[in-house]
């Protein structure tokens, strides 16, 4: 599948793409990770998670990894997800796409700095 | 724990998945969300979340399976079209005759408490529903308590002059109780009131909404206006709303009783029905064991003329014959046999493509998909099929109804075709679901349960499931049976009631009707010069043979029934001297071609001033002078003696159907006395042509009337056939429907027989090549398969046989007097069932024959 065929994600998926961009992370970790990056502004809940990593799955963004990390971290409980290389060629594409809106935001006024 | 229930919106697959996980994550955040404050916001946040997501989720999964859905469908379009088109029938029909039967039968009446209406009637022994004497009624009326309101109607018609075409019309007489009591108001204007209802009173009509429109295009201006009905001005004083019908769907004007106090001199002048509202909490037992006590008082003031005479009310759905009851029933009973077929045929071929989507389902079981998810999906793709099957049900079903509406009986105050409403879409929308349900869940849980990938590589065919498929078609091959066999009974009992010799020849032979009933024709005279000229005119036009006037056709007025006594002598019985009386001019016989056996026709000659004379039928002889020549002996009616001069065949007034019509006597036209029963005034005109259609003379005998008396309406114009045909129109209406179902069955049990054997056949290959390798000849090939198919069929045509003459015994009053065990109906029944299992059977067993046992052998 084109990676374009996905675009526009949906905010909650690429949070989650970007919260998990350098190490495999467990829901709550995500949950925090987005809150931290978002100044806590956005408060992923529980529903909205699993629901968004339930469909990542299928669509192939992400993938349940059975590496653990150091045991010490670990909970017996705990699925860890990692970002497929499909999941980064669409989040580059979102971004992309972003980078473009923000572009065209600028030139219109609607942005402050140079389009 | 509470969070762990929340989660059960969840789909099951959806939490097994993830429900430890969220309920770390939800620990954490109640962990965080310190004190009271924060775990109230936090609850409601959550619970809004789950929902919000629960119901996400679920979308989600309808989204896979309907894609997974759209993909089967064009894989296999066949499939899904036979499937639609299975259960579209199936519930077509089904909601069709129910939205028949529901109108007819079970809906109350359009009127506010109907319940709580009856009528009363007049009983003797051998009626158990005659009209009543004004006399009994004011009586009657006068010493009953279980009514909260008591009045009477008689059926009249009239001729309607003034804007537009003079136009003959079926009314009412109502008194002025009847329209308060029913409880409809008029659209616009009142009711009668009591003063209106006086003997004497200035006339005035309420018209019915259709009347209203056709005559003054839906004007309120009507109001007020002044329209001459049979020669009298009466005034508009209300439109009825169009759902209005009483006492029948025909009824187009009502106009105040009036009776006058020579109404109520005669007991025995019966014309009027009853009718009543039950005080609330009187039941129609409570008021039938009143009105007989007042009955048997009224029969000990007056024991001559009321002798054996008593009352009795019935409900307003009495006016429906057993007949339509138990033809109706029978066609709800045919729809439901056809739901149950398609039910069956729909069950055997999801169960035939369960099994055969074996492999896929194991497949996606071993990928990690629980059996809950797939059962789910198979139920979504059933129902799925099972809605667009029960669109395209409702689809039939409004196009199907108007078929119907001849089965809807006149009698009966209910419009013409039922409406759809929401019982009939509940109807429509519950059968849909449980056939969805029905053909869903069983092939689901049978083709998960347990499946797993070593089974589903396998080919064979489990006798479990064998005998299952089995058991489904018979019931189909028995539930056809029945419905051929049902309709070959009443198709025999049509024919027969056609093939009834009525007494008269129909053919080329134009009827219609001209009411000369007015006041210029109050008298005798003025009738007899209308007559003569009319029929002198009609008999000049070229092309007709003869033409004659007569009180009544017969099978259109099946009345005017009189006692007969013979030398002065009152009969023992007077039930058993009766006899049917019409007037008649000369030439009636000639133009029905009833033979005259004896002596001669009415004649010219034969003036009120002239000895009485009359021409009795046959069975008239027969039963009073047995043996002996008939001509010149007397015999006394409606109190005047005659003197018989001609003997001529008997005729079937009552109709085709009836076992028996009373002796005819023919009267001659020009000796009705004055102020005699209106009733009896020959209004009806009977013309025979040289060839052709008798329809082409209308438009000369209508200007030939129109020249004689431009006032005078010309109605009911049709060819006697049609009367005659009317006798079975409506058992056609019936057959035609019953033929449609049987039809539907036949189909639907020959598409299941086919699908059971090519199922087996496509599973048998294997052991079909084997065998073919092992030296089996086609023809043992061909044994085996159409053996299975015989077998089956053998076993549903006994079962379906069996049924079918439990089904005639309940239709007997349908029969005309055929068995139910008529042995043509029945093998005609059961040749259909084989020739539908021979055609359901072909095309598999040429598939096995041709197997080809290398192919065959390889393939696994």
């Known amino acids: 599948m084109e990676p374009d065929a996905l675009l526009p994600l949906p905010p909650a998926a690429f949070h989650i793409l970007m919260a998990v961009a350098d190490e495999d992370r467990h829901g709550y970790g995500i949950i925090q990770d987005v809150s931290a990056s978002t100044n806590g502004e956005l408060k992923l809940s529980a529903g909205t998670l699993y629901r968004s990593i339930q469909r990542m799955l299928e669509q192939g963004l992400l993938l349940e990894t059975r590496d653990r990390p150091a045991p010490e971290d670990d909970d017996e409980r705990r699925r860890y997800y990692r970002i497929t290389p499909f999941g980064r060629e669409v989040a580059k594409a979102e971004a992309n796409r972003l980078t473009h809106l923000v572009r065209l935001a600028r030139k219109s006024g609607f942005a402050t700095g140079r389009a | 724990m509470m969070y762990r229930a929340l989660l059960h919106l969840y789909p099951k697959s959806f939490r097994g998945e993830y429900e430890s996980e969220m309920c770390v994550v939800f620990s954490r955040r109640r962990r965080d969300a310190a004190g009271p404050f924060g775990l109230i916001p936090l609850w409601i946040e959550t619970i809004f979340d789950v929902v919000f997501n629960a119901a996400l989720v679920h979308l989600d999964l309808l989204r896979q399976d309907l894609s997974y859905f759209a993909r089967t469908l064009r894989q296999s379009p066949g499939y899904a079209l036979t499937v639609i088109g299975i259960a579209g029938l199936g519930i077509g029909a089904t909601t069709a005759a129910f939205s028949i039967t529901d109108h007819v039968l079970l809906r109350p009446l359009p009127y506010p408490d109907a319940d709580r209406l009856v009528t009363v009637w007049e009983t003797e022994p051998h009626y158990s529903r005659g009209e009543l004497s004004p006399a009994n009624y004011r009586d009657w009326k006068g010493q009953s308590k279980s009514f909260e309101a008591f009045g009477a109607y008689t059926d009249l018609s009239v001729n309607l002059v003034g804007e537009g075409e003079p136009e003959r019309l079926m009314g009412e007489v109502v008194t002025a109780e009847v329209l308060p009591l029913i409880g409809v108001k008029p659209m616009i204007g009142r009711w009668f009131t009591a003063d209106e209802d006086r003997h004497g009173a200035a006339g005035t009509v309420i018209l019915s909404y259709s009347l209203w429109q056709a005559r003054f295009g839906g004007s309120n201006a009507a109001l007020g206006k002044s329209v001459l009905l049979d020669g009298e001005p009466c005034t508009v004083i209300g439109v009825m709303p169009p759902s209005f019908a009483f006492p029948r769907r025909e009824s187009e004007i009502w106009l105040p009783s ?212 089995g058991a489904l078609v018979v019931a189909e091959i028995a539930a056809s049976v029945v419905l051929l066999v049902t309709s070959g009974l009443l198709i025999r009992a049509m024919l027969w009631i056609q093939g009834t010799d009525p007494g008269f020849r129909t053919e080329r032979v134009l009827t219609l009707v001209t009411p000369v009933t007015g006041p210029r024709y109050a008298k005798t005279v003025p009738r007899i010069a209308f007559y003569k000229r009319v029929l002198a005119d009609v008999r000049a036009l070229p092309g007709v043979e003869s033409a004659a006037y007569i009180s009544a056709l017969p099978m259109v007025w099946r009345g005017g029934i009189w006692t007969i006594t013979i030398n002065g002598q009152q009969p023992a019985d007077p039930s058993s001297q009766r006899a049917s009386i019409r007037f008649v001019t000369p030439d009636f016989y000639k133009t029905l071609a009833i033979p005259l056996h004896l002596g001669r026709d009415v004649a010219e000659s034969d003036v009120i001033a002239s000895p009485l004379i009359a021409v009795v039928s046959e069975s008239f002889v027969k039963q009073f002078w047995p043996g002996e020549n008939p001509l010149r002996k007397r015999f006394n009616t409606q109190g005047e003696d005659r003197v018989v001069v001609g003997v001529v065949g008997d005729i079937r007034v009552r109709g085709l159907e009836a076992q028996y019509s009373e002796p005819q006597v023919y009267l001659a036209y020009q000796q009705v006395r004055d102020g005699w029963f209106v009733g009896y005034i020959p209004t009806s005109l009977a013309i025979r042509t040289v060839q052709g259609d008798p329809s082409q003379i209308a438009p000369a005998v209508r200007r030939i009337i129109a020249k004689a008396e431009p006032q005078l309406p010309v109605t009911n114009v049709r060819p006697l056939s049609e009367i005659v045909a009317g006798e079975t129109a409506s058992r056609k209406a019936q057959l035609v429907v019953l033929s449609g179902f049987a039809g539907i069955a036949f189909l639907l049990a020959a598409i299941g027989i086919h699908g059971l054997l090519s199922f087996t056949v496509s599973h048998r290959t294997q052991e079909i090549g084997v065998r073919m390798a092992l030296g089996a ?48 109906a029945f093998s005609a029944g059961i040749l259909l069932s084989l020739v539908m299992t021979i055609a359901g059977s072909c095309l598999p067993a040429m598939r096995a024959v041709r197997v080809d046992p290398a192919t065959a052998l390889r393939a696994e």
């Open chain 2, 777 to 824: 000849t086609r023809g043992n090939i061909m044994r085996l398969i159409a053996g299975e198919a015989f077998s089956l069929a053998m076993i549903g045509i006994l079962l379906g046989a069996a049924m079918a003459y439990a089904s005639g015994l309940e239709l007997q009053s349908l029969l005309a007097g055929l068995k139910p065990n008529d042995v043509d």
């Open chain 2, 258 to 469: 009036r009776f006058g106090p020579e109404r109520f001199e005669d007991r025995s002048d019966t014309y009027i029905v009853g009718v009543g509202r039950l005080r609330p909490g009187v039941s129609l037992e409570q008021a039938n064991a009143e009105l007989r006590l007042i009955a048997a008082q009224t029969e000990r003031q007056y024991p001559k003329e009321l002798k054996d005479v008593s009352a009795a009310a019935y409900d307003l759905r009495a006016a429906i014959s057993p007949q339509s009851k138990t033809m109706l029933s029978a066609l709800l009973g045919a729809s439901l046999c056809v739901l149950l077929i398609a039910c069956t045929n729909l069950a055997n071929l999801l169960l035939a493509r369960a099994l055969a989507r074996r492999k896929e389902l194991a497949v996606r079981r071993a990928l990690g998909a629980g059996r809950e998810r797939l059962v789910r999906q198979l139920l979504t793709e059933s129902l799925l099929l099972a809605l667009v099957g029960g669109a395209l049900g409702m689809l039939i079903a409004l196009t199907a109804t108007p078929l119907f509406a001849a089965l809807v009986p006149t009698r009966l105050p209910v419009v013409a075709l039922p409406s759809a409403d929401w019982r009939i879409l509940a109807f429509g929308a519950l059968a849909t679901v449980l056939t969805g349900l029905a053909f869903g869940v069983l092939p689901a849980l049978k083709a998960t349960g347990g499946a797993d990938l070593r089974e589903g590589s396998r080919s064979g065919v489990g006798g479990k499931k064998e005998r299952l498929r």
